[in-house]
């Protein structure tokens, strides 16, 4: 799944408004306007398509987090890092913070319905596969999956 589709479904599910997008990106140190944000939003066959790079993806996790939580006391503001491949671990973590999500609520929450007619049916995952997915990178037991 491609960083504007992820961002998409991250602006439909937490009903983020542009101006909201255009906010979240500048309290991570990032300037973007309502026509970049709208570019992101399209589909690859929609003219004036930009892609969400990793790096921009990861100046609007930081910016949620800030959003969502506020920022730290004391805390630096936020200077543009270089950064490699952004990870689904990567993602899935930055969301948990923003969102402050702990273990067990995380885990029930991925138990989603399969569809929208099914009432019972939901995802298999154990929370021992959330807890690994969730443990960092250089722990040898972590999944990127």
Request: glycine share 4%; charged share 30%.
């Amino acid at each position: 799944m491609a960083n504007n589709e992820i961002l998409r479904s991250i602006r439909d599910a937490l009903n983020i408004d542009d101006t909201t997008m255009v906010q979240v990106f500048k309290e991570s140190g990032r300037d973007v306007g309502l026509s970049t944000i709208s570019a992101f939003l399209k589909s690859e066959e929609e003219d004036d398509y930009i892609p969400c790079t990793d790096p921009v993806f990861r100046f609007f996790l930081e910016g949620l987090i800030i959003h969502k939580r506020g920022r730290k006391d004391n805390a630096p503001s936020l200077a543009p890092q270089p950064v490699g491949q952004l990870t689904r671990n990567d993602i899935i973590k930055k969301l948990r913070i923003a969102l402050d999500l702990k273990r067990m609520t995380w885990w029930r929450s991925l138990r989603l319905p399969t569809s929208r007619f099914q009432k019972t049916t939901s995802v298999p995952c154990s929370e021992n596969r959330i807890t690994s997915i969730i443990r960092s990178a250089a722990i040898g037991s972590s999944r990127d999956s």
